[in-house]
T-cell receptor, first 111, second 112 residues
Framework: NAGVTQTPKFRVLKTGQSMTLLCAQD?????MYWYRQDPGMGLRLIHY???????AKGEVPDGYNVSRLKKQNFLLGLESAAPSQTSVYFC??????????FGDGTRLSIL | GENVEQHPSTLSVQEGDSAVIKCTYS??????FPWYKQELGKGPQLIID???NVGEKKDQRIAVTLNKTAKHFSLHITETQPEDSAVYFC???????????WGAGTKLIIKP
């Protein structure tokens, strides 16, 4: 009964470093999403995918890249981390016209 | 684009009393309105949702009301309990469940 699993749970990076956040879902959902959550701002959509091999930009895509090579996985990449990318990152998945299910987040600090 | 405003940012109520959180949206084409509860260190979890063809929906102590004319919707929690303490988010979307636009959240505190 895993649902949506995010790895890692915590990470500290130095400015300019790169990393990839992993998201896996076992519900056979078509849609997957990456959000960032900052204090007082709710959740903002970074990128999303409507199916394997497809990705699209959300509200705040700059500085991030994504890939969906397998239906169950959605990867979020930071090529050159900046302090402004310090945030909590959430992955979610859903079927069409069904609610989104969230993972428990990755807490990322950029020094 | 769509904008969702949520009020209040913090709400403190006595255990057993009712709590009401309100959201307004800007896009009249929005037709799906979910509410999520987020506990500390966890991801948001759906607690109730409503579509624009319905004015009210209830699930035990939780209810959501929608006023399409005024473009606002509200979450009502009755007989509040300590485990209701959390941050609550409203959201709105148009033709599909992706591209949800989120409110800023309400921290609900239940006082014993």
């Amino acid at each position: 009964n895993a649902g949506v699993t995010q790895t890692p749970k915590f990470r500290v990076l130095k400015t300019g470093q790169s990393m990839t956040l992993l998201c896996a879902q076992d519900m056979n959902h078509e849609y997957m999403y990456w959000y960032r959550q900052d204090p007082g701002m709710g959740l903002r959509l970074i990128h999303y995918s409507v199916g394997e091999g497809t990705t699209a930009k959300g509200e705040v895509p700059d500085g991030y890249n994504v890939s969906r090579l397998k239906k169950q996985n959605f990867l979020l990449g930071l090529e050159s981390a900046a302090p402004s990318q310090t945030s909590v990152y959430f992955c979610a998945s859903s079927s069409d016209h069904q609610p989104q299910h969230f993972g428990d987040g990755t807490r990322l600090s950029i020094l | 684009g769509e904008n969702v405003e949520q009020h209040p940012s913090t709400l403190s109520v006595q255990e057993g009393d009712s709590a009401v959180i309100k959201c307004t949206y800007s896009d009249s084409a929005s037709n799906y309105f979910p509410w999520y509860k987020q506990e500390l260190g966890k991801g948001p979890q759906l607690i109730i949702d409503i579509r624009s063809n319905v004015g009210e929906k209830k699930d035990q102590r939780i209810a959501v009301t929608l006023n399409k004319t005024a473009k606002h919707f509200s979450l009502h929690i009755t007989e509040t309990q300590p485990e209701d303490s959390a941050v609550y988010f409203c959201a709105a979307s148009g033709n599909s469940n992706y591209q949800l636009i989120w409110g800023a959240g309400t921290k609900l505190i239940i006082k014993p």
